[in-house]
């Protein structure tokens, strides 16, 4: 059940709007959201009533705006060429959820275990900090280095894999993720 159909549902139960105005919150601030999986929709301002999608074409403008949206987020982004040579790979991913622990399963294709143990042992930063939790959500431009090993040569330098995360669609079953993957690459050894 979405948040704001609990809330409906809350506030109809307690008796109205007077209980959480007295609490200091506040309604006006929502606005309508759609769940075309349920194909229901809440009304603006969330004032409880609901309705159902009664046909398809209401359902097909709704998945039109929705497309929309992600086609304008996919034409702000440009790629910049630093005229170096491409020494990575850019792959597509379907996933069910943008948990960080299932996208790098299916990047490193390594098992759930390897993984989990990977990144509870502070072997996985996103953005530059270490996370210590598997069920981190992915975003859009997200830059996920994976330790290796130190490099042998030099303790100071360290072999990681890097995968960084272009964009992704929300699809009917599930995300779509493009990301950018490094299989190898040396940088500062970060870990020791």
Known sequence: ?????????????????????????????????????????????????????????????????????????????????????????????????????????????RSNTEVEKMILTGKVRINDERVSKKSYNIDKGDQIDVFLEVYPENDKLANISRVFIKHYEIKENGYHITAKFWKKMLVDNWKG
Request: aromatic share 6%; charged share 35%.
């Open 1 to 109: 059940m979405n948040r704001v159909l609990r809330l409906s549902l809350l506030r109809h139960s307690l008796g109205g709007t007077n209980f959480f105005r007295g609490q200091g919150l506040s309604f006006e601030k929502l606005t309508s959201v759609e769940v075309t999986d349920r194909k229901l929709m809440t009304t603006p301002l969330c004032s409880g009533k609901i309705r159902r999608i009664k046909t398809e074409k209401d359902n097909k403008t709704i998945k039109e705006k929705l497309s929309s949206f992600q086609e304008e987020l996919n034409d702000e982004e440009e790629e910049i060429d630093d005229g170096l040579p491409k020494d990575y790979k850019e792959k597509s991913y379907h996933l069910s959820s943008r948990r960080i622990d299932s996208l790098l399963h299916r990047v490193l294709g």
